[in-house]
């Protein structure tokens, strides 16, 4: 087993960019070959990210590039997968402030969507609800919205 904490610190300030902490394992008959893999799943976590926790590639590429877009997770009440391809395609094609958009998959009822937007919350939500094509196909209900989080309910 290995556990691995990393570091980006800003030599020029000191200041710490992005941090991570993960754990590795690995179960082998030879104990060299186990504790390399170890340590390379935990890089491997560390660098990818897991479901809630960013990469710290991301958390660097996000502080040292705040222009490239705030990350805001949309929390979706949504009924079925095709709905939910349909309103990721239209929302990569909604404007250019738009940077990325990753779907974590689809839950009925729950799915998650990371936006990288460069705006707030409250302008990518004007743009969602006021957005004709968007509107034609899909009836926005706002739940709740907070400076990195919308849940909406999307039929």
Do not use: C
Request: charged fraction near 25%; aromatic fraction near 8%; hydrophobic fraction near 35%.
């Amino acid at each position: 087993h290995s556990t691995l904490n990393l570091k980006i610190v800003d030599v020029g300030t000191g200041a710490i960019v992005a941090s991570g902490e993960s754990y590795g394992g690995d179960a082998s008959s030879n104990p060299k070959f186990a504790s390399m893999n170890s340590v390379s799943y935990g890089v491997d976590e560390l660098l990818n990210g897991t479901t809630g926790r960013p990469s710290i590639i991301r958390q660097m590429l996000k502080k040292w590039n705040p222009g490239s877009g705030s990350e805001i997770q949309l929390s979706l009440e949504i009924s079925d997968f095709a709905k939910l391809d349909k309103f990721t395609t239209m929302l990569e094609d909604l404007n250019n402030k738009i940077v990325s958009v990753d779907s974590k998959g689809f839950k009925k009822g729950n799915s998650l969507v990371v936006v990288f937007y460069r705006g707030t919350s409250m302008d990518l939500l004007k743009n969602l609800t006021n957005d004709e094509m968007i509107k034609k196909d899909f009836k926005i209900t706002v739940k709740q919205q907070t400076a990195s989080q919308v849940f909406l309910r999307v039929n």
